[in-house]
């Protein structure tokens, strides 16, 4: 009778047990950077509609983490660290059983532009406005040899072809624009 009861117990021992481990699953893994070299202290998050927020762990030594007691379903697992793209991925949790990730973190770049300069100085004495045209900037601008051509670019510069200008075929009226030219 001993035996019996003994037995008993132990079938519903390991039936609770057994019924336990059915319940949820895990997710592990390691993070590695993209030369192959695990990677510690990278926040690694498990996120699913399953859970009530969400969990996290930090990655060891070796780069490994572990997500144990998840319920099952699907999981979205990010991980990042300062200086490397973050990196997600999803898995799916079943019940009892075990998601092994191998996650790559690849390195970011980041560019930083400096730009420096001064104000151009501003004569606030007069009306008129001006533009300098260096030598080298002048090389780009479309003109044919002649003055003109480089005054014409300057803003509010037009060509009045009409007789009003004293019979010429060809004049520059400013509108107040100055012009120096530096060679």
């Known amino acids: 009778m001993r035996s019996r009861s ?22 592990d893994g390691s993070v590695t950077s993209s030369l192959g070299t695990p990677i510690a202290g990278v926040h690694v998050e498990a996120m699913s509609p399953r859970l009530q927020g969400s969990r996290s762990a930090m990655t060891d030594a070796a780069g490994a983490f572990r997500f144990s007691s998840l319920p099952p379903g699907q999981y979205t697992i990010q991980a990042s660290l300062t200086g490397y793209r973050p990196m997600e ?21 980041a560019e930083d532009v400096v ?3 001064q104000a151009p100085q501003i004569d606030a004495s007069s009306a008129t406005g001006g533009t ?19 005054v014409r670019c300057n803003p509010g510069v037009g060509t009045d072809r009409g007789d009003t200008q004293g019979g010429r075929s060809l004049a520059l009226r400013s509108f107040r624009a100055a012009v120096r030219l530096s060679f």
């Open 6 to 27: 003994a037995g008993l117990a132990c079938v519903l021992l390991l039936g609770a047990v057994r019924s336990r481990a059915q319940t949820t699953g895990t997710v």
């Open 115 to 117: 730009v420096r300069g």
């Open 89 to 109: 991925t999803d898995a799916v949790v079943a019940l009892d059983a075990r998601v092994a990730l191998d996650l790559v973190l690849e390195p970011s770049t």
């Open 132 to 150: 300098s045209y260096s030598a080298s900037i002048i090389s780009f601008l479309p003109v044919s040899r002649n003055y003109a051509d480089i």
